[in-house]
């Protein structure tokens, strides 16, 4: 018994940890599902890092842009991170 309490707080732990932690760009990039209306080559290509940050910023002001509502800066960092070297290929 006092095993299997170990066990499941050991497996809460990593659970918190795992969520806390920030995700990859391309994690963020699936969960958001942003590729079912973007094809980052096309719409941003030429784009680098710190420019696709700015409009992934600007989106957060856009209500009707649902994908990119709440992202923390951080999120926003990985995230045009992840695009930008994407749409640059
Ligand atoms: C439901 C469809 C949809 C999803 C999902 C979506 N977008 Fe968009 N996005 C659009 C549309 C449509 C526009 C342009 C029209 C507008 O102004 O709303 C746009 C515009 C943008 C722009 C601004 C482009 C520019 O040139 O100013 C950025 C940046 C962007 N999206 C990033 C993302 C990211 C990152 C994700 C995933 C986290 C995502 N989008 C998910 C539909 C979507």
Do not use: P, Q
């Amino acid at each position: 018994m006092k095993k299997m309490m170990l066990t499941i707080s050991a497996f809460g732990l990593v659970a918190i940890s795992g969520s806390a932690l920030a995700a990859t760009g391309a994690e963020i990039v699936e969960e958001r599902e942003c590729l079912e209306c973007h094809e980052f080559a096309s719409d941003f290509e030429g784009v680098d890092a710190a420019e696709m940050n700015e409009l992934i910023t600007a989106r957060l002001e856009v209500a009707k842009h649902k994908a990119t509502a709440g992202l923390s800066a951080e999120e926003i960092t990985l995230l045009a991170d992840y695009i930008a070297a994407e749409a640059n290929k």
